[in-house]
């Protein structure tokens, strides 16, 4: 769920519906918004967020992909994105460029990472940057941080890929990609970065520490288990 000042934002989808509804904070229901058959082999799994006066609601499957923003108020749809995407299970993330103006960063396999202003939805930038073979699918969610973007996609037990680039300034178009993960990549996993480090916990349970800015590796060590919760950082 997503919340703000005023509501609580829960979304889920089954093959015959996708259901975004806004409830007060005493449990009233304020509105409900179905977006229509959710299509795919592995359930759903993606997370709305609030942008100001917004809900962005990612809407990537096996069917009609799409991203939407509802207003916050009533649920009426604000904009619309059309999308050619299989399955994505990635929450977006925002950014404030250095026009003022709010990003909403998506990150899936066919596109690579887009942003979107998050008032109209029209297309800030985009940059593929996953490979078109084999077949990958993105669920740990991008990350902003240190004036780059973290994204991740892959296929467990096969390959997976962190991929980091700068984030555009003004009016530019592309980025330039950084440097990548293409071993101790997590999949399910978001990366974490604190205090200038990224850490990448990986589903099989291998952690790797690198700076953040240039992607050398400090240490790498196997902790075991099986992961598909997000790691924090606290104190």
Known sequence: PAVDRDRLYIVWATPEQFIVQALDHDGRRLWRVDLGPYKTGHGFGASPIVVDDLLIVPNEQEGQSSLVAL???????????????KTTYTTPCTHV?????TEVIFTNFEHGITALDAKTGEQRWEKAVFPPEPLDTAIGSPVVANG????????????THTVVVELPEGTQKDSREVYRFDRGAPLSTTPLVANGLVFLWADEGIVTCADVQT???AWQRRVGGTYYGSPIFAD
């Open 71 to 85: 207003r916050t108020e009533d649920g009426q749809v604000q904009w619309k994105v059309e999308r050619q995407t």
């Open 97 to 101: 460029g250095s026009d003022g103006r």
């Open 148 to 159: 780059l973007v973290l994204a991740t996609s892959g296929w467990l037990g096969r390959v």
């Open 215 to 217: 992607g050398k590796t």
